[in-house]
């Protein structure tokens, strides 16, 4: 098996920590809405289990990285994509400072998964053809 370097470690743990935020909040809706605090239960209990649902995904993906696992990259780069539109959208309502802490850590994903050490090690084939028509 090939040496997994820093740069795919860290994409891994990153999209693990937004599998893991996003898991927290879906607690947090899931146990606000059991609790009787949700105004809208029939909205709620969806968005919960919607939320559990992507964190699941997210989780999954995580670990397929973490694993070489070429299939992985693209799910992880069209989450970052998805986490800076909500980073933006956090921003523009007034809540810059999880926005800015989104944005970041998307930004700082999708910079170590598209980075050349973890493509030569997902995809080897098309590092050493590329090498060899140099």
């Known amino acids: 098996m090939a040496r997994r370097p820093l ?25 606000s809405t059991l609790l009787g605090r949700a105004s809208d239960v029939e909205f709620a ?9 992507a964190a699941a995904a997210l989780g ?33 309502s007034g809540q810059q400072v999880w926005g800015a802490a989104l944005g970041a850590v998307a930004v700082a994903a999708l910079g170590l998964v598209l980075a050349p050490p973890t493509t030569a090690v997902l995809f080897p084939a098309d590092d050493a053809a590329r090498r060899g028509s140099r």
């Open 7 to 31: 740069t795919l470690i860290l994409a891994a743990g990153l999209e693990a920590l937004l599998c893991l935020a996003v898991a927290a909040e879906g607690v947090f809706v899931l146990a």
């Open 45 to 53: 209990l969806p968005l919960a289990v919607f939320a559990l649902g």
């Open 60 to 92: 999954y993906v995580a670990w397929g990285l973490y694993a070489l696992h070429s299939w992985a990259r693209t799910p992880v780069v069209l989450t970052q994509i998805f986490a800076i539109v909500v980073a933006a959208s956090l921003w523009s």
